[in-house]
């Protein structure tokens, strides 16, 4: 009936957000270039058989470049948010130190208006 019902407690902060389509999830690659990690993601929409997808809205994601050991960022600074393009793409080059060079790494992309998240470890 177009009616939504929310429960929440006064005077505690709630965000909301409605997209006019269904997330079914976010995909995510990765590949070491020399001195870079290169991380590309899609956001995918949940379309019904013979639907026309829904014009994207803007997402933005978290990018996490996590140590495959530990399973943790290892350099704060090689975690950031990235607005996704208007079809739901991103893409990102993340600087790698020497030391950080020989590390095996993990990539978290988490969308920050779902919370569904794609996740690769390199090998």
Known sequence: NGELNIDTVPAEA????FLP????????ESTR??????VKWQIE?????????APYVQHVVRVDLLSCLTGTPAVP???????????GKGEIS???????ENILWGVNV??????????????
Do not use: H
């Open 77 to 87: 600074d090689n975690c950031r948010n990235v607005a996704c393009d208007a079809s």
């Open 14 to 17: 709630n965000i909301f957000a």
């Open 33 to 38: 270039v020399k001195g870079f990690m290169k």
């Open 45 to 53: 929409q949940d379309t019904p058989a013979g639907a026309e997808a």
């Open 94 to 100: 993340i600087p790698l130190s020497l030391a950080d």
């Open 110 to 123: 988490t969308d920050m208006v779902t919370g569904m998240k794609g996740k690769v470890e390199q090998k």
């Open 21 to 28: 389509y269904a997330v079914k999830g976010v995909t995510v």
